[in-house]
Structure formats: structure tokens, C-alpha cells
């Protein structure tokens, strides 16, 4: 199995930056997913790493180190409409079906 | 447009009455998944297709049953439901390659009293 780590909850305030981590451990690591998830919704697509780094695309951010088990979804210039869960979804046992964290629920205030 | 539907979006129903919930996809994706998300839970997985008649067991199988006898369907079926199974599912089909994203159903809810 996989072992996923989130926080549970995060809260930052409209425009500000948040950092939402994500460590794992798996044997036969393939890549990372990150899905955002509003309340009540089908989860969708935010990112994908499978080299080490950092992907940006456009406010959001997915950073990967495999060697340390870790990522990190960063968002920049928060808006109220990112009030939702972020889900880690590692790919891992040798598997490209990825395997979802409990999600970490990110509340923006004004 | 390229989607996941399924049917019906709300459901309540009563314990020990047989249910179907309907996946259908047009994106001709091999991989079709079921999960169930519970409150302080997260998305946990049902059962999984990888293809045509090829079904598998994820993490919490018990009391429910799939088929995939067509690429496009994968049903998700309560032979005898009961409140435990109160939830709310979502069906997902994708690639199976590296970085090929799932996409999600809109999610069924499911009550049984």
C-alpha cells in the first residue's frame, strides 16, 4: 500500500501565497498527481510531476522531490474561489493508477 | 465533449433494496474506477476495470459488485445496500499511461435508511 500525508486543514487570506504539502511512500513510484476538489464536486485535474523540480502553471505551482517522498502544491495570489480540497495522488507499486491522500481543505478568507 | 456520466445523481433508498448506479464514458478509456468519499475519509477506491471484463478489488469492496461487459459502462451495483453504504460515489475513467489524468463523474449521493 501507499502511505500519503496531508494536513487536514489550511486557511490563508485572499491574495497571500499557501505552500499545501504532501509526503509519501511507495515502492515502484511512477508520478504525482494534485487534484483540486470543491465541495460537493468531482475532483479535477490541477497537476502532474514525474521528473524532480518544479511545474508551474499559471497561479498554482507542483513541486517533486522522489528521492525524499515529497510534493508541494504552491497557489499564489489566493482567490476566495480556491476554497476547496487539494488531493495528493501519488502513482505508485508500479501502477500508473494513482492513489488518493485524504486531501487537505484550504479555506480563503477575505 | 468528453465526459463521465452517471445516473442517478441522488438516490435514497431503503435497506436491503438491490441498486444500480449507471458510469458511462465517451472518451474510450480502458481504465474505469469506483470510490466512495466519507467525511475525514477521502476518496477511497471500490472496485476497478482495466478493460473489457477485467475487474479488480480496491480497498473497500465489500457489499458491492461491478461488471463492464462494454468499454464505455461500468456499473456499480448494491446487491443489498445498507446505511454504511450511505455515501457519496464518484465513478473515474482514464489512460494508463504516465501521466494521464482520471476524469471524474459528478458524483452520486447515496442515502439508505
Known amino acids: 500500500g501507499q502511505n500519503i500525508d496531508q494536513p487536514t486543514e489550511m486557511t490563508a487570506t485572499e491574495g497571500a501565497i499557501v505552500q499545501i504539502n504532501c509526503t509519501y511512500q511507495t515502492s515502484g513510484f511512477n508520478g504525482l498527481f494534485w487534484y483540486q476538489q470543491h465541495a460537493g464536486e468531482a475532483p479535477t485535474f490541477l497537476s502532474y510531476?514525474?521528473?524532480?523540480g518544479l511545474e508551474e502553471k499559471g497561479r498554482f505551482s507542483s513541486f517533486l522531490s522522489r528521492s525524499k517522498g515529497y510534493s508541494y502544491l504552491l497557489l499564489k495570489e489566493l482567490q476566495m474561489k480556491d476554497s476547496a480540497s487539494y488531493l495528493c495522488?501519488?502513482?505508485?507499486?508500479?501502477?500508473?493508477?494513482?492513489?488518493f491522500g485524504r486531501g487537505t481543505s484550504l479555506i480563503v478568507h477575505p | 465533449e468528453a465526459q463521465v456520466t452517471q445516473n442517478p445523481r441522488y438516490l435514497i433508498t431503503v435497506t436491503g433494496k438491490k441498486l444500480t448506479v449507471t458510469c458511462s464514458q465517451n472518451m474510450n478509456h480502458e481504465y474505469m474506477s469506483w470510490y466512495r468519499q466519507d467525511p475525514g475519509l477521502g476518496l477511497r477506491q471500490i472496485y476497478y476495470?482495466?478493460?473489457?471484463?477485467?475487474?479488480d478489488k480496491g480497498d473497500v469492496p465489500e457489499g458491492y459488485k461491478v461488471s463492464r461487459k462494454e468499454k464505455r459502462n461500468f456499473p456499480l451495483i448494491l446487491e443489498s445496500p445498507s446505511p454504511n453504504q450511505t455515501s457519496l460515489y464518484f465513478c473515474?475513467?482514464?489512460?494508463?499511461?504516465?501521466?494521464?489524468?482520471?476524469?471524474f463523474g459528478p458524483g452520486t449521493r447515496l442515502l439508505v435508511l
Open positions: 473515474a475513467s482514464g489512460g494508463t499511461g504516465g501521466g494521464e489524468t482520471q476524469y
Open positions: 495522488a501519488p502513482q505508485g507499486g508500479g501502477s500508473y493508477i494513482p492513489t
Open positions: 510531476n514525474v521528473l524532480d
Open positions: 476495470s482495466m478493460n473489457v471484463e477485467v475487474t
